[in-house]
């Protein structure tokens, strides 16, 4: 997919197989899914690589054997917003390159569209943007579905970050896309979220429109062993070695979290250091949290103080599952077990703090060193 690489470990786009780590069983998993007509509910915290692996998934797959879009609904607020990125993808892919004739097919279909066609003046790719007469939104949505489902072959289509779909204000959109999904046999979705409570209600409550209606895909961790043999051939290719206790050292640092994986591995990389050592990566890891330092004093003068040493004193801990109990409440100069709940929420909101099976910990693994002073 991608030409001249100029380092192997992205940490923005996705590059191509070879520079994918692991992830086999996942790709296997989805393949099965869609496949078999199983709709898949994708949960995962942020930065632990679920866009990467749908990105993977679909290069995967032969354009002969499937369609398959990728919708990032991230930062959508209404049904507009949705409606209009949907449209988007789908035209970009299905109606290049431009002509008068797919045009017209457009116009004929989707009557409530405005496209216009041009070509990425970077990449060369075409591209498509559309303006959606308002209150149509409902009508262009189920056009887009009966225009996916009428193709010669199957159709893919993954909607990350969904559950931006339970803020809209607007409309209740889960129950207009489950009236539309419901009916389809030729077209197969890949839900990805990362608030997993949010997710948990849209898919496992049973007053929900798309309740039980998808098989659950949580997503984990890199194992250590793949992801040391992946960096040590991209280091050696550079004529860079890394020792296995040194990422055994930044793999446990960084709590195996895979974002935070790549960055470091892509700093290393960078700084083209022949022999990486267990001081390296401390050094480098240093280096990051602090050029992040003052994004995260500003991201603690906006959450009240309380949240502020709520916060720390769970960085200090790196994990917490009985942040009421009186242990934690002594150690930390609590007060009472309310505002610890409360300030909780709040960190849970805001996408500082991150739970798991009832277990805290700081979202931003770099925040939480910086939070700790330990490097």
Not at 13 to 25: K, M, P, Q, T
Not at 153 to 159: E, Q
Not at 266 to 279: P, R
Not at 314 to 326: F, G
């Amino acid at each position: 997919m991608a030409t001249n690489i100029k380092n192997p470990f992205s940490i923005t786009a996705y590059l191509g197989s070879d520079y994918f780590c692991d992830r086999v069983e996942e790709v296997n998993f989805l393949l099965k899914s869609m496949k078999n007509a199983s709709n898949v509910t994708l949960i995962s915290p942020r930065k632990m690589g679920k866009t990467g692996l749908i990105r993977h998934f679909f290069n995967s797959i032969d354009t002969v054997d499937a369609n398959c879009f990728y919708i990032d609904i991230y930062g959508t607020s209404n049904i507009q917003d949705f409606t209009k990125r949907f449209a988007e993808e789908v035209l970009t892919k299905k109606i290049t390159p431009f002509t008068q004739r797919a045009w017209k097919s457009v116009s004929t279909m989707f009557g409530a569209l405005r496209p216009v066609f041009s070509y990425d003046g970077i990449t060369g790719m075409p591209q498509c943007t559309v303006d959606i007469k308002p209150t149509t939104e409902d009508v262009t949505i189920k056009q887009i579905f009966a225009y996916l489902e009428s193709s010669n072959k199957p159709c893919y289509v993954a909607f990350d970050e969904f559950q931006e779909v339970a803020d809209y204000k607007d409309c209740k959109m889960e129950a207009i896309l489950r009236s539309h999904i419901q009916h389809l046999t030729n077209v197969h979705f890949i839900f990805a979220g990362s608030k997993k409570h949010i997710m948990s209600q849209i898919f496992l409550s049973a007053n929900r429109p798309f309740y039980q209606s998808t098989t659950p895909l949580h997503l984990k961790e890199i194992a250590e062993d793949e992801y040391y043999k992946f960096a040590f051939r991209h280091f050696e290719k550079n004529r860079q070695t890394i020792t296995e206790e040194a990422f055994h050292h930044l793999y446990s640092l960084v709590e195996s979290a895979t974002w935070y994986v790549q960055k470091i591995l892509h700093e290393l990389y960078q700084d083209g250091i022949k022999s990486i050592d267990n001081k390296t990566v401390t050094d480098t890891i240093k280096r990051v949290v602090q050029e992040n330092g003052q994004t995260y004093q500003s991201l603690c003068s906006l959450i009240t103080p309380m949240q502020v040493n709520v916060l720390k004193a769970i960085a200090i801990e790196r994990t917490v599952s009985e942040p009421n109990s009186k242990e934690f409440l002594s150690t930390y100069s609590f007060e009472n077990g309310s505002s610890v709940r409360y300030a909780i929420e709040s960190l849970l909101d805001k996408e500082l703090l991150y739970e798991k099976d009832g277990v805290y910990s700081v979202y931003d693994k770099f925040m939480g060193m910086w939070l700790r002073n330990d490097l």
